[in-house]
């Protein structure tokens, strides 16, 4: 027999599979430590390579002044400062991308909590309302 408040509650379920389940399922698949460590790597290349294709257009811009002032020491200055502008930039966005993806991470691991917690009361509900059968000596149900 169908109740209204199973299938309010079932309802929920599939609305929130639907809006959050996106975001929620595949994060929680993995811990906290391995989520946050494979999205620090990925943003430890894509700056590296946001870095050095900037990098290399700055170098296309500026190539006739480099062209005709090649000093040893101007050139040993300029790299010092883009190395250091390098790390000091790579330390920001990790550190922004840390920040980030724990808060990810934290919104659906609550997400999931939230999502166990609507599964249980659904299961109750269900236990709640199903009555064993019981049979009389002529084999009907009663």
């Known amino acids: 027999m169908l109740s209204e408040e199973k299938i ?3 309802t929920n379920l599939a609305m929130f599979e639907k809006h959050e389940g996106k975001l929620i399922f595949p994060i929680t698949r993995y811990f906290k430590i391995d989520y946050i460590g494979s999205k620090l790597f990925r943003s430890f290349f894509s700056y590296t390579l946001s870095f050095f294709l900037c990098l290399f ?3 296309l811009y500026y190539m006739e ?3 005709n002032m090649m000093e040893v020491k101007s050139l040993a200055d300029a790299v010092t400062r883009v ?3 390098y790390c000091i930039g790579l330390f920001f966005y990790l550190l922004i991308s840390f920040l980030v993806y724990r808060k990810r991470y934290e919104h659906a691991s609550r997400g999931m909590k939230v999502y166990m917690a ?3 009361r659904l299961d109750k509900r269900y236990v709640g309302s199903t009555r064993p059968i019981k049979r009389t000596k002529g ?3 009663s």
């Open 8 to 10: 309010k509650i079932m």
């Open 139 to 141: 084999g009907r149900t």
């Open 83 to 85: 190395g250091v502008t």
């Open 118 to 120: 609507r599964l249980k």
């Open 65 to 67: 002044y480099w062209l």
């Open 57 to 59: 257009l700055w170098g």
